[in-house]
């Protein structure tokens, strides 16, 4: 979704589009009347369109939530009260169309530090070196779960039991422990994980 | 057990690999019912990530998984916008799914120390039916809010509400994904029966460690009799 441009949104930085983005979900709830949001929306709609965002990804990731919003607001249509529906529908449409422009505009990685500052509290628990290490395990996981889901199924199949889930999720979720484990040990073997020696015998 | 399990490697690599599973669950269409309907399987992963890793693992690695697809890698369900799924209608089922991790994870703990022996399936199950409330009374009422839906009671009948749309439809399929996780949660449990006590394993793996720098370390007999003689 994200796309690397140079607009005023792509500059900022992450953290204030993320505050932004929490500030502005909490004003549109407290606007009233079709015609603030209406505003509300248009101003969305502008930061999203000034992100420069591709029209494929835009639909991807918006048609659930405005299949939502929809939803939302011909409830109140079909009560007899359009302009509440319409300002229903509207807040939804605002939030997804703000929500789109912050993943248009912010790369995983700066996500990822913001993310990171908010942990640095945490660093005697969690240090950020650890932290880093866990995002890019799941990132390799992803790929391992799915050959072990795909092998785990055709086995069932060649048992006939490709109707079981059973058959299928059982050794799927065994052999990812497996995995697990077996990741656990390199990390170890590696010294990965002496983030605190001293404290350790 | 200490309050937090220790950050080795082995608590490390099963929170992210547990994260990636839930990341996993969410693509479509991995099964189907009967009927032809795909069904996610997000909330057997969450519930399952709870009852094999335990409380502060499960949350973590929820937490993980909720926090990468904040990132923008397409983790959440539909493919939709990460932070249009987190600020959206639907938001308040991926809150609670940490939560639910949580609290699942604390009792399946409790079930493993009071019973001292195999976690049983009829266990496992009912801590994880804890995870249904925790799950709807935190994304009903934001879908609710949201929407400006009633919770419960319609105006007039035959109206919608909340539960009519976001709890209702989804409270079988749920229940079953729980059983689901419970069997396979007692499957792991039985294959691998020291993960929810989280540092067993690693203390198991210091303990021989110990025992052969022992070994290395005693004089052995044959050089205590070349000594002798």
Redesign the interface.
Known sequence: ??RDRRTPLHRAPAWSKMLG??VG?VVV?QLNGPVPMAIAATTALALLVSTLPTPRATL???T??AV??A??GA??WI?GDAS?GTE?AL??VT??LA??A??TS???DD??NV?LRLARPFRR???TA?IG???S??????P???RI?SQSRSAARARGFSRS??AI??PT??R??G???S???????RG??D??VEDRR | MPFVPRLTGQNMALVAVFAGLIALSTTPPEFSLASGVPISLQTLAVVLTGLVLGAWRGFAAVLLYVAVGLAGAPVYSDGASSWGAFVGPTGGYLWSFPIAAFVVGWIAERIRTSANGIVGFSALMGAGLISLPIVYAVGVPWLAFSLDLPVFTAGSPGEPTAIAWGLIPFVVGDFLKVVAAAAVASAIHRSFPHLLSATSVHFAASALADEARDVASAPSEEAAAAANS
């Open positions: 979704m994200y983005l929490a979900a709830f991807r990731g918006g659930t939530l939502f919003a939803f939302g409830y109140h009560l509440r229903i807040r939804a939030i997804v929500a789109l912050v993943n912010t790369s995983a996500t990822l993310f628990w969690l240090p650890a290490l866990m995002f395990l799941v990132v390799r996981s992803i391992e779960g799915a889901l889930p059973r999720l059982v979720a065994l990812t422990v995995f697990a484990l990741v656990g040990d390199a990390i170890t073997a990965l994980a983030f605190n």
